[in-house]
């Protein structure tokens, strides 16, 4: 079938809860992709961080193969012999104790919002039902009932009330605002450490560390969600380590399943994660063979500091050329391999540079209106970088004529 037929197919006959752009991919490899009339687009938005390390990365799908062949599910009412190695190595990676896997990066935020809660209750000694829990302005942690419940983007939250009580939103980037929303019944501060679906948006320097400091003087729970920060797309392993401040639990997802299955996961010490004992949670997928052969070749993949190398050497080669794109752009932020860009509106939306990007081969989603998010896998070329900088300028040329 051509293009316009599975466009047409596919629309006709799925809910519209997405709108994508009018490419229909067919196969990919590294940092590029191939629509079913073999046209080729530079990846810059890969899976929304999901394909840092490239899509069909040989190390992840060999690992994928072998336990495709030979143990693919079997719940966690058994042991499997994927199992240990995972959960030991990705603990060992966030230099903590326990890991809690999961699959979506929704369920991990769902799972890190339940473990603050208990701990609260059974170690902190809040009240019963009282826990609340700080959440940002124009945060997303996902779409389950509960999460759209502390979102202020309209779309997320409009028509899907009532939602779940306990959280209280403040201002993102403000240390000051997390210190007067916390009362004796806050059980934990939730926040992403760079928000990447609200624009790429970097907060001041020296925020974290001011919630570390918060967090730790009233006995309060640091929760990073790093499903998009994290594993080495800012050039580190977390966004947190930037400012070196170690979160007590890390919520993480996208990367983690290697850009082949939903791989997520909450990481924490015995003293927080430990609150969970057995029926209390689970998940029928979480931890299965596949999900740990794939998330143990991730982490592997991450040991060696490679990934985080490129994404901070790379990176600044990225971020020097859009500073350079001149008139038309109103604002770059980021960090690492990963930038907003936020065009004029008088050019257009973001939406239509986006389209007129990809008629030039480069695949990059708009978000918020004005925003461009730039994000191709790890293993993209300083050359493909440079070309697809180059692509936007032209895009931006075109549309101030
Ligand atoms: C994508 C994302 C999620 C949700 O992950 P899903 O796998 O889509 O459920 C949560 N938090 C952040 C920061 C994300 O980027």
């Known amino acids: 079938m051509r293009s316009e037929d599975h466009i047409r197919l596919g629309e006709s006959h799925s809910a519209h809860n997405y709108h994508p752009l009018p490419v229909v991919i067919r196969s990919a490899e590294g940092a590029w992709v191939v629509d079913v009339e073999g046209r080729r687009y530079l990846d810059c938005l890969a899976g929304y961080s999901s394909l840092n390390f490239g899509h069909g990365n040989p190390v992840v799908l060999a690992a994928a193969r072998e336990q495709l062949d030979r143990l693919t599910l079997t ?3 058994f042991f499997h012999d994927r199992f240990a190695g995972f959960v030991t190595g990705l603990a060992e990676l966030c230099g903590k104790d326990m890991v809690l896997p ?3 990066g929704a369920e991990a935020v769902e799972t890190a919002i339940k473990v603050a ?11 019963p039902d009282q826990a609340n829990i700080v959440v940002m302005e124009d945060n997303f942690h996902g779409r389950t009932t509960t999460i759209v419940g502390f979102s202020t983007d309209p779309d997320a939250r409009g028509g899907f009330g009532p939602f779940a009580p306990g959280f209280r939103i403040v201002k993102y980037g403000s240390a000051e ?3 007067e929303a916390i009362d ?3 059980v934990a ?5 760079i928000q990447g679906e609200a624009g790429v948006l970097v907060p001041p320097d020296g925020y974290l560390a001011a919630v570390r400091e918060i967090c730790d003087e009233a006995n309060v729970l640091f929760v990073a969600d790093e499903i998009q920060s994290g594993l080495g797309r800012t050039g580190e392993t977390f966004a947190c380590d930037h400012e070196g401040v170690v979160p007590d639990l890390y919520v993480l997802g996208k990367a983690l399943g290697g850009g082949v299955v939903p791989v997520s ?3 924490g010490n015995e003293d927080v994660l430990g609150v969970i004992r057995p029926g209390q949670h689970g998940s029928t997928f979480g931890g299965n063979p596949l999900a740990c052969a794939v998330g143990d070749a991730v982490v592997g993949l991450l040991r060696t500091g490679e990934y985080q190398a490129r994404a901070r050497d790379l990176g600044a080669f990225l971020h020097e050329r859009l500073a350079n794109l001149g008139p038309g752009v109103a604002a770059v932020r980021g960090r690492g391999l990963w930038a907003g ?3 004029d509106p008088s050019l257009g939306t973001g939406r239509e540079i986006s389209e007129a990007l990809m008629r030039r081969g480069v695949l990059a989603k708009d978000t918020h209106g004005s925003t461009i998010r730039l994000a191709p896998p790890l293993v993209v070329s300083r050359d493909e970088l440079a070309w697809a900088a180059d692509q936007l300028s032209a895009v931006l040329r075109e549309a101030r004529a």
């Open 265 to 267: 996961a909450v990481v």
């Open 117 to 127: 809660r208990k701990w609260g209750y059974e170690v902190k000694g809040v009240a």
């Open 102 to 104: 999961m699959n979506t």
């Open 75 to 77: 719940s966690r009412a």
């Open 341 to 343: 860009v936020d065009i």
């Open 184 to 186: 004796e019944n806050t």
């Open 177 to 179: 605002a997390v210190r």
């Open 189 to 193: 501060v939730l926040l992403e450490p």
